[in-house]
């Protein structure tokens, strides 16, 4: 991307950029850590009735111990902001964080009896939370400290844990310009906020953000991303 696009960007759209990557992050985020959490305990994968049935054909998961720590990490961070905000904010809590598992001070991951599909339905109480406070939490001046942190905690384990197949793909409330069918939607290539494309998942046409960052067509991009990202947030 060009230093020209860049110096464009004012603050505040910069920040909204980024923060619409951090929602999509949050409502990714509980289908990632189950799917992670799988690949650490696979037999808790998919839940069985005793009942005998034919082999699968599916290659079975990858073993992954490692997913174990880097799905408790990420929990225990998520814990430490929602407790930031609610303190922040003078809310309660999800209950969730009030019988949170503490070692000392410091929050701990899972209880060793969550399944992955547990696992992701705390994560998901914890996303749901947060962006019901979303404008209150951007508008305070640890916000974007906050979203920072939120790509932090995130994107590299969206990286070292992708899904196949991948989850359900958002989309824009508008059409492809070139097939008309709703399947546009944002690709973040890089952490460089404006580094990203529009793509049509059903015909492939590309739209670079250069087309999107001018001062009339950024504020149209942003109020999509958010539309699209709050429509796909309970999926």
Not at 72 to 100: F, G, M, S
Not at 180 to 199: K, M, N, Q, T, Y
Request: net charge negative.
């Amino acid at each position: 991307m060009s230093d020209t696009i860049t110096s464009e960007l004012d603050e505040q759209t910069a920040l909204e950029l980024d923060a619409t990557r951090a929602r999509r992050a949050l409502n990714d985020a509980p289908g990632l850590i189950a799917y992670a959490r799988m690949l650490a305990f696979p037999s808790l994968g998919t839940m069985g009735d005793g009942m005998p049935r034919a082999a699968s054909k599916e290659a079975p998961l990858p073993f992954r111990a490692d997913a174990i720590d880097d799905t408790d990490d990420a929990y225990a961070r998520l814990i430490q902001w929602v407790t930031y905000w609610a303190e922040t904010l003078h809310v309660n809590p999800p209950a969730t964080v009030v019988v949170v598992w503490r070692r000392g001070d410091d929050e701990q991951g899972f209880r060793a009896e969550a399944t992955p599909a547990g696992a992701g339905e705390l994560v998901k109480i914890l996303v749901t939370w947060l962006l019901i406070r979303w404008d209150e939490i951007l508008a305070d001046p640890s916000g974007r400290v906050f979203i920072t942190d939120v790509g932090d905690i995130f994107r590299p384990l969206f990286g070292k844990y992708p899904r196949s197949p991948r989850g359900q793909r958002r989309v824009l409330p508008r059409p492809c310009p070139v097939c008309d069918h709703f399947a546009f939607g944002a690709e973040w290539r890089s952490e460089d906020v404006i580094d990203f494309v529009l793509r049509c998942e059903l015909c492939g046409h590309e739209e670079p953000a250069a087309e999107h960052l001018g001062a009339k067509r950024v504020r149209e991009l942003i109020r999509d991303l958010r539309e699209e990202h709050e429509a796909g947030a309970g999926a």
